[in-house]
């Protein structure tokens, strides 16, 4: 295994199953083997057979399988703590349900880490997604009931959508884990940690702390009434993410396009390569070699602009979700100038019944009073508590703002950096398969004899002497002073001006110039004339003829 490593070699490489060498060591359990393999970045652990089966699921035995799933916890990039939380792993269940493999490790000082393993619906994602708005429905959160469902064909599940639940969820609780709000939230680090959790207690708990942060809310901020200053506020933050709201849609449109552009490459390469296998002139190496480099075009679902795309797809749903919780405000400030109007009407109601006659319909009037008093009133803290949770709104949404801002660009800056470290690395393994399909038909060069210390190709010599390079080519003469070539057309020869420097040319260089005529054509430019007219005298006897008869 490790001579192939070090050799020229394509770790991806299938067999006549279309099984990868990480598929064989998965199916057989050789965890060693398996270990080995992810060493190298070029594995793709996407790759599926004919049947469409990855190598975690090519896997017969539980511990090979947990040992691939803790090798992809381990190859993600750790948290500031030292702690690694990933989706690892998706799969269908007999019910018709599907579940999710949540792994989290933490470092120890012995040079270990500690793995925790919890299995999770779809059904439990969004529990935890409406548990967290409804204890801080200020703060903002991505949406994820917009999935679409992999049994939409119930006898065969889409493995494809499937994938991109997984992704998408992960892409999800990453984002929960890096929130300025919810990354210490109790709920969310339970999630990973508890294998068991009872949806009806946490839907209880979450109940419970809405309502001590609205009484919070009420007894210890204090309402604004001027709400000029944070609509000004508002609408200058939304102005700033929309245009990067649009920004980020116009980058994930283009990543799509680009996409579905690749895969069409790759569908146009597989029918020419198919139809150039019915050409039988053509020599069997260089059907090969067309056939190596069409594989050399394919790529998984794992490839390095599919996770571009969910990078990018992660980053717009934070910025859709700030516009979210942005709207909060205005939606507040609406309630609050709605409830200002009620008041007005009542206290306007209040004013009015005063001026009813004294002793005519008292126990009416009084009556009207009375409920007109106690709806201002009533009217009157439904405006104080709009203003206070309006406060504690602002700030909850300027604070998160802020940090939402650093960390779209570290995500950004992670983004880049992971697609172009993937993409050097898979355009380098295209480059060596592509030079292992040229190098059957022997246009790259010969190889050293045995002989030699390595089997490097030597580059054939294809210096060239300068003459060989100018031949065939045009010389620019049109900066040439005119009157250069003189021709009399008094059957005389072309004259030339020895040492005259008027005309820009010498001997030499009028010998060289490509506008130089030779001595005999000046000859028969000369005689055209008289051959001419001997043709028309030998004519008019002919014509003469002619015209007799």
């Keep these: 295994m490790k001579m192939l490593y070090r050799c020229d070699s394509d770790p991806n490489a299938p067999n006549d199953k279309h099984f990868t060498p990480l598929m064989v060591a998965s199916k057989y359990g050789r965890t060693d083997l398996v270990r080995t393999l992810f060493q190298d970045a070029r594995v793709d652990l996407s ?16 511990e ?39 792994k989290s490790g933490a470092p120890n000082g012995n040079s270990t880490v500690t793995v925790t393993t919890c299995r999770r619906s779809l059904q439990d994602f969004e529990n935890l997604a409406k548990w967290l708005a409804q204890e801080h429905p200020a703060s903002w959160l991505p949406v994820i009931s917009n999935l679409a469902s992999p049994f939409l064909i119930p006898s065969r599940p889409s493995r494809s959508i499937l994938r991109d639940i997984q992704l998408r ?92 552009a690749n895969s069409d490459l790759i ?8 139809a150039l296998q019915s050409l039988n002139f053509l020599p069997g190496t260089h059907l090969q070699a067309v056939e190596r480099y069409t594989k050399t075009l394919t790529q998984s679902e794992a490839n390095p602009l599919a996770g571009f795309y969910y990078s990018i797809h992660a980053i717009s749903s934070t910025t859709t979700a700030i516009l979210t919780a942005l709207n909060r405000p205005s939606t507040l400030i609406t309630s609050m100038a709605t409830t200002q109007k009620s008041i007005d009407r009542h206290h306007l109601s209040i004013r009015r019944s005063d001026r009813w006659p004294l002793g005519l319909l008292d126990d009416a009037r009084s009556r009207m009073q009375r409920d007109a008093q106690d709806k201002m009133e009533r009217a009157t803290d439904e405006l104080s508590g709009f203003g206070k949770e309006l406060r504690y709104t602002q700030q909850v949404v300027a604070s998160e703002l802020a940090s939402w801002q650093g960390n779209r660009i570290d995500m950004g800056r992670k983004t880049l950096k992971e697609f172009a470290r ?104 000369v005689t055209m004339p008289e051959a001419l007219s001997q043709r028309a005298d030998e004519a008019q006897p002919i014509l003469a003829s002619n015209d007799h008869d």
Excluded: C
Aim: glycine share 4%; charged share 35%; no cysteine.
């Design 169 to 260: 969820l992960d892409a999800f609780l990453k984002i929960l884990l890096k929130h300025p709000t919810f990354s210490t939230h109790e709920m969310v680090w339970e999630f990973f940690l508890v294998p068991d959790i009872d949806p009806s207690m946490l839907a209880e708990r979450s109940a419970r702390k809405s309502e001590l942060r609205a009484e919070r809310v009420r007894e210890e901020y204090a309402p604004i009434y001027d709400v000029r200053e944070v609509e000004i506020f508002v609408q200058h933050a939304r102005e700033s993410v929309r245009s990067l709201h649009h920004a980020s849609k116009s980058v994930l449109r283009r990543a799509n396009r680009l996409r579905s």
């Design 47 to 62: 790759a599926k057979d004919i049947r469409g089966l990855t190598a975690v699921e090519l896997a017969k035995d539980d």
């Design 267 to 274: 569908d146009a390469a597989r029918l020419s390569s198919t």
């Design 64 to 102: 090979v399988r947990n040992r691939i799933d803790d090798l992809v916890l381990l190859s993600n990039e750790p948290s500031p703590d030292g702690r690694m939380t990933t989706v690892v792993r998706s799969f269908f269940v007999e019910d018709g349900s599907i579940r999710l493999v949540v």
């Design 422 to 525: 993937r993409m050097v690395i898979s355009e380098r393994a295209r480059l060596e398969s592509m030079k292992r399909a040229v190098r059957e038909l022997g246009l790259s060069g010969q190889r050293l004899s045995n002989d030699g210390d390595d089997g490097d190709v030597m580059s054939p010599d294809v210096t060239f002497s300068e003459e060989l390079v100018r031949r065939g080519s045009i010389e620019d003469v049109t900066d040439e002073a005119d009157g250069a070539l003189v021709v009399e057309h008094n059957g005389d020869s072309n004259t030339h001006d020895d040492s005259e420097t008027t005309n820009g040319y010498n001997e030499e260089d009028q010998s060289s110039s490509p506008l130089h005529l030779d001595q005999e054509d000046e000859e028969e430019r």
